[in-house]
């Protein structure tokens, strides 16, 4: 695997909180801008044919209204669709369900910007003991294979991407991933002790400590 250095620090992170329906909901949003156009981008996150290549093999009817599946992991209903700029899913996991949007945006130069947030009603006892990082790290990994896909033509082999992650580079990776998660959580106004615990909870945990 190429050096992913890069594209960790190309991510901007964010995190919030507001009431819906009178209960407290929690967002992660993560931003970056890859450099292919929007186009060849939105193509890669919608397609059946390119998105194993970076994220994993997918089934069902990729249309507005469609249900996919992601290979031993979440499914859901496409509740948004318009070409190429914006995408919207339930995200449907272990009996939960959560909500993913993505907007894309052209920044000129054959660049673009993808923004992708995820908002879910997260029970207090696990936002208490892992934070923003038990969401956050799993799409900074997410962003980091779209990343290498569409800017060096990768195509990320299952084989291949769970050896990195158990490997000291992966390892790194995923600690620099839960600490850029935990200071943003710092700046939407977490406490720094508990954020900073909550992220070491959330690296072992990834690194199946």
Known sequence: MNDPTHHLGAVTRTVSK????????????????????IDDLWDALTTAERIPRWLMPVEGELKLGGRYQLKGNAGGEITQCEPPRHLA?????RGNVSWVDVT??????GTTLLTLEHTAEVPPQFWEQFGPGATGVGWDLSLLGLGMHVEDGVRNAPEESASWVASQGGKDYMRA????????????????????????????????E
Do not use: N
């Open 18 to 37: 507001f009431k819906r329906d009178g209960k407290e909901i929690h967002a992660v949003i993560a931003s970056r801008t890859y450099d292919t156009t």
């Open 89 to 93: 899913v339930t995200w449907e996991f």
């Open 104 to 109: 894309l945006e052209p920044r000129g130069q």
């Open 177 to 208: 991933s839960s600490d850029a998660w935990c200071e943003a959580a710092i700046r939407d106004g977490e406490d720094p002790g508990w954020a900073r615990e909550a992220a070491e909870r959330t690296r072992r945990f990834y690194m199946g």
